[in-house]
Nanobody, 124 residues
């Protein structure tokens, strides 16, 4: 059974940084693209970033380009999200997820396995 466990969330001031980790167990981690999503209170879950199986290709939502970096370590079966220059609208629960391979990678429906989420809070 595949399991994803996020960690690294917390409280940070605007302009600060957080590094999220997502540890995977079960399955073959390197066979799958991995993504990060976030969900703010009262809002829908939104795509943040995606990384390919090898780690050579990445995709970001426009609002985080240049500030967030997704990476992975297949030997450690872990995917990371480095978040810099955070702003208060970055306050959300952050989820990692395993991509099914579907074309529309920004849609939550394109992911079959989800972690429980980690809270990131950015104060102004």
């Amino acid at each position: 059974q595949v399991q994803l466990v996020e960690s690294g969330g917390g409280l940070v001031q605007a302009g600060g940084s957080l590094r999220l980790s997502c540890a995977a167990s079960g399955g073959t981690f390197s066979n799958y693209n991995m993504g990060w999503f976030r969900q703010a209170p009262g809002k829908e879950r939104e795509f943040v970033a995606l990384i390919s199986r090898s780690g050579l290709w990445t995709q970001y939502t426009d609002s985080v380009k240049g500030r967030f970096t997704i990476s992975r370590d297949n030997a450690k079966t872990t995917v990371y999200l480095q978040m810099n220059s955070l702003t208060p609208d970055g306050t959300a629960v952050y989820y990692c997820a395993r991509h099914t391979g579907a074309v529309l990678a920004i849609r939550p429906q394109s992911y079959a396995v989800w972690g429980q989420g980690t809270q990131g809070t950015v104060s102004s």
